[in-house]
């Protein structure tokens, strides 16, 4: 069985083409590029991709114009039916507004754009999206955002905590987020958003290799390769 | 009717534009301000027809994050 991807398009997004790149490299199919307008998506998706960038040029609030556009709706419900969706840095932002993610990501802590290789732990390693990796293992993924201090009272961290929804931590303090926290799952498991940038980790040209893992056994999860 | 939408982060929400702000104003030689929050403010011009109701869920679904702030409405006229 094939494997089908898509990848979301926002005005204003900028890591759209990464992304797909990054899904056609490790799955050797094509794919399939949505615009925010569209009202519904292609049929039988296995995998939805939210982009990095600047969606609606970051006004209101990060993600919260692209989270009430028409494409989340359909975005949405192909979540709650169950479709992995994979939201990086603003497609994480855009998670949290939509409401599929818990939380919120605030203006980063020290105020500046941090856009440099950071180190991540692996908390969750049985998810759909971090199985590739080791409990404890540390990777490197590069970051770059604005806003990506994340926020959510401590009952929400607690009981994120508590079920095992922490998939990645940052080992080093970037953004102030709370508990180091840089990644999180909904409680169904299908959904991950997080800041740092896995798909500019897939080659060696890229400086590291990190972040392959993550596709390589999200896809093969889907497709029972 | 006008309407003003004051947004401002809960307390507790850290605010680093705030605290920027605050910097700024004791680098400019003002003395005893003891903190900054920022927040928003949205002016909407409604026709008359629309509901108490109706702008609070615009407030909820919109204009304010329930998760991290808070949101105030005041009618001006």
Known sequence: MAFRSAVVTFPGSNCDRDLAVALEKVSGTECIRVWHGDAELPDNLDFIGLPGGFSYGDYLRCGAIASRSPVMQAVIEAANRGVPVFGVCNGFQV?????????????????????????????????????????????????????????????????????????????????????????????????????????RAIENTHGGTDGRALFERAIRGLVGA | MKVRVHVSLKPGVLDPQGRAIHHSLEGLGFSGVNDVRAGRLFELDVADSVSDEAIDDMCKKLLANMVIENYRIEKVA
């Open chain 1, 95 to 199: 998670l949290t507004e939509s409401g599929l993610l818990p939380g919120a990501l605030l203006r980063n802590s020290g105020i500046r754009f941090v856009c440099r290789e950071v180190s991540l732990k692996v908390e969750n390693a049985q998810s759909l999206f971090t199985s590739g990796y080791e409990s404890g293992q540390h990777i490197r993924i590069p970051v770059a955002h604005h806003d990506g201090n994340y926020h959510a009272d401590e009952e929400t961290l607690d009981r994120l905590e508590g079920e095992g929804r922490v998939a990645f931590r940052y080992a080093e303090d970037v953004n102030g987020s709370a508990r180091q926290i840089a990644g999180v799952l909904n409680s169904a498991g299908n959904v991950l958003g997080m800041m740092p940038h896995p798909e």
